[in-house]
């Protein structure tokens, strides 16, 4: 069963760069069928998709984050990656990976999700 | 972005109740469209995909309907663990984009 882990610092400071690790069990992150997404939810706000990455490393992000993040791949860990730079105080949201499959673009698995505040 | 609008915000049901939840398209996105659940504290739950397709798993309570720019997502007997929040979310183009939810409470 394929399952999805979200690891990193709970809190950032203002400015500073956000990172975060999903680690990918009971699959490959190597599947041709799959991008891998990093998506976040503010508190008590709607979903926003940040980016997604494929198995080669190549990469789509939202234009309104793009100046901002890299998102990256490691075959060798079944790992992907998530770095926000410079973020503000509305970058705190709870971050969610998830597989995205490649035929009608849906998220199929989630990762529990971690809350990343951004504070001082 | 192509903006999704769901309605309503919030409703009120009982169990056994059949039970509605529209969602608008800003744009003609054709039948790319995803329906998920989320309950509080929990990461969403994929329900349907392309519309009209349930996911694997998914009780067949829930269907979904629509095209171009109207959808909607049906529950036809309202259990108890369906008191959620129901988002849709757009696939036809990147950035993906998802409506702010529709809160299902029990009357």
């Known amino acids: 069963q394929l399952q999805l882990q979200e690891s990193g610092p709970g809190l950032v400071k203002p400015s500073e760069t956000l990172s975060l690790t999903c680690t990918v069990s009971g699959g490959s992150i190597s599947s041709t069928t799959y991008y891998w997404a990093w998506i976040r939810q503010p508190p008590g706000k709607q979903l926003e998709w940040i980016g997604s990455?494929?198995?080669?490393?190549?990469?789509y992000y939202n234009p309104s984050l793009k100046s901002r993040v890299t998102i990256s791949v490691d075959t060798s860990k079944n790992q992907f990656s998530l770095k926000l730079s410079s973020t503000p105080a509305a970058d705190t949201a709870v971050y969610f990976c998830?597989?995205?499959?490649?035929?009608?673009?849906?998220?199929?698995?989630w990762g529990q999700g971690t809350l990343v505040t951004v504070s001082s | 972005d192509i903006q999704m609008t769901q309605s309503p915000s919030s409703l009120s049901a009982s169990v056994g109740d059949r039970v509605t939840i529209t969602c608008r398209a800003s744009q003609n996105i054709t039948n790319y469209l995803v329906w998920y659940q989320q309950k509080p504290g929990k990461a969403p739950k994929l329900l349907i995909y392309a519309a009209s397709s349930l996911q694997s798993g998914v009780p067949s309570r829930f269907s979904g309907s629509g095209s171009v720019t109207a959808f909607t997502l049906t529950i036809s007997s309202l259990q108890p663990e369906d008191f959620a929040t129901y988002s849709c979310?757009?696939?036809?183009?990147?950035?993906?984009?998802f409506g702010r939810g529709t809160k299902v409470e029990i009357k």
């Open positions: 998830a597989r995205l499959h490649s035929n009608t673009w849906y998220f199929d698995n």
């Open positions: 990455v494929y198995y080669s490393g190549s990469t």
């Open positions: 979310q757009q696939s036809y183009r990147t950035p993906y984009t």
